[in-house]
């Protein structure tokens, strides 16, 4: 790995992912060689912020990457830094997880978006994807949400993408369902998340078999959800993570689809054939955000 | 202007606006300090280009930037580099525009689709801009497109973002116009640049009263469009500029269906109140692009 060659091979990072449903610890110098990794329950802040800080004290690394489930607040200049926002998680809102952190180690402590955190690992440990100067990683699973990555670095901008919830076409006379979206209705989110394709069908996703008139809905929805990230932000490679996406079967529906809407308007070499190259499963598997979470920590220790 | 400040002040700079209507050259030091500058109708590329060379080789500046319409080729590694691709414009598909200039003048010479340029006239000239790390620059007119800039820089990626061409909701009970883009129908310029609305409505958009149905349709499309790049890119500001954005009375509009359609959904300290601050008119007016072609020339000279 480019980043680890400059680093000494002892330095070790603490990684956490800490999402809605689980926590994940982590402490490694790379995906190669972690050396110790714990998973357990989101119960309330107080007792699961403990448990990953229990974990980081054992173990002693030179830095820890943070990567929360959000809303969280990114601006280092705002008095609610490193704080889950507005979530409607019971417990959860206005829990400041950074603080949390700072009270309990005098160490370099970074602070991401969960997904950021996966946009950051496909991006930092997959060398084809280093090669590359932009990155888009959608989660498509309980939320849908995105990580921009341009020229290298995550995208933030006035807070950070919501991706989740942009507007789609809707056609009402093939799909008359209205959406769940608490928000907004028929975004994005609103039609195509786990809980949407739930409560469209009365039967949990995974439980929809391949040749259900579902999946190429939900194919549909998500290649144009693709299609205007690709017009508006002309990423080099969209990786799709999250627990919709375990239905590997979606990839090449999604694909043709893409290529269909797009009509031949994108051409780039990267943009050829079929698209199995450019729209792509992480290469990290469901570990593309506790990894990610150890390569914001090295990038700490780096700048 | 911060980045005049370590320029000598007496570097002349060159910046060409190539419009598919008109070209605009101008040479000079900034924007309070254009030395000459002068305007002619889109002919054919020889015709066009010579009147162009002819005129920086009258004034000798240090280097060129050239903005031109699209699409164009913007990846240096590439045969094609520099050269206006598929355009639909009778003579100018695959015309090597940085080459004729490259065969005319030994000087360093920036090549930038138009609409990115604007964006980096807008992002550099404009000390308020200037303060922001993101700017998206819409132009709304005879076409749709938009330039973005995250950290500074201008985003490229694939090949350049083609804003233009997204997909947004269509109500057709409300709208049965089926669009006039040739490869997508219905896409955002189909349904809302200035030739769809002269076909939707029978009469050239200017001409339309203000109190036509025609706006609150006008308004929401590009509301739908704004809401779709802030929840994905994050940007800290979009400048609205175009033929169609001289209709001023659509900006209070779009502000409200932005706010509306979000539904509170971003919270920033940027993007407050009636989003007058946030959703602006270009500060440079209709010289944008060519003022961005002179900052594209200086980025070069102190890169």
Known sequence: MTT????????????????????VCAVGTGPGDIRDEIRFPTTTPEETLARA????RQHKPAAIGI?????????????????ITTTPKPGWAHTDVLGAFRRAFDLPLAFELDVNAAAIGEYTWVPENRALNSLVYYTIGTGIGAGVIVSGQ????LTHPEAGHVR??????????????PF??????GLASGPALAARWGQAADSLPQEHVAWDLEAGYIAAALVNTILLLSPQRIVLGGGV???DHLFPLIRQKVKALLNGYVASPLFEGD????????SLGNRSGVLGALAIAQRLIQS
């Not at 680890?4 to 926590?23: A, C, M, R, Y």
């Not at 990567?67 to 280092?76: H, R």
Request: proline share 11%; hydrophobic share 40%.
């Open 53 to 56: 800080i229990a974990f980081f």
């Open 184 to 189: 907004h209705g028929d975004c994005f989110e």
């Open 275 to 282: 698209l199995s190259g450019y729209i792509v499963p992480p």
């Open 4 to 23: 680890s060659d400059s680093l000494p091979k002892n330095v070790l990072l603490g990684g956490l992912e800490g999402g809605g449903t689980k926590f």
């Open 245 to 247: 996406m375990q239905q």
């Open 154 to 157: 995550i995208i933030h901008g």
């Open 168 to 181: 789609l076409p809707h056609d009402w006379s093939r799909d008359p369902f209205a959406g769940i979206c």
């Open 67 to 83: 990567a929360s489930f959000g809303p969280v607040d990114l601006n280092p200049a705002s008095p609610s830094f490193g704080f």
